[in-house]
């Protein structure tokens, strides 16, 4: 089945970095696009950003260009998400997501906490 497993949430300071890790299994991995989602408390989940199946390409909300890098190792089933000069807003419960044969799969988030 599919699974998804994030990882690498934690506390940090305003202004420090978080690379967030989502292991895939359960489904030709190479073959999807894979996208990061965030959910702040009291908010909706929102997409953050995508990388198609390869890698060549990537796509960024608005609020997330030019902090938010979104990567990805085919060889280990793994897509990233590295994020820079976290703000306090910022906070949030961050989940991978694929959609394969017409269902979205999601992991059960890892979290970030961003305070001083």
């Known amino acids: 089945q599919v699974q998804l497993v994030e990882s690498g949430g934690g506390l940090v300071q305003p202004g420090g970095s978080l690379r967030l890790s989502c292991a895939a299994s359960g489904f030709t991995f190479s073959s999807y696009a894979m996208s990061w989602y965030r959910q702040a408390l009291g908010k909706e989940r929102e997409l953050v950003a995508t990388?198609?199946?390869?890698?060549?390409?990537?796509n960024y909300a608005d609020s997330a260009k030019g902090r938010f890098t979104i990567s990805r190792d085919n060889s280990i089933n793994t897509v990233y998400l590295q994020i820079n000069s976290l703000k306090p807003e910022g906070t949030a419960v961050y989940y991978c997501?694929?959609?394969?044969?017409?269902?979205?799969?999601w992991g059960k988030g890892t979290l970030g906490t961003v305070s001083s």
């Open positions: 997501n694929v959609g394969l044969r017409g269902m979205d799969y």
């Open positions: 990388i198609g199946k390869t890698g060549g390409w990537t």
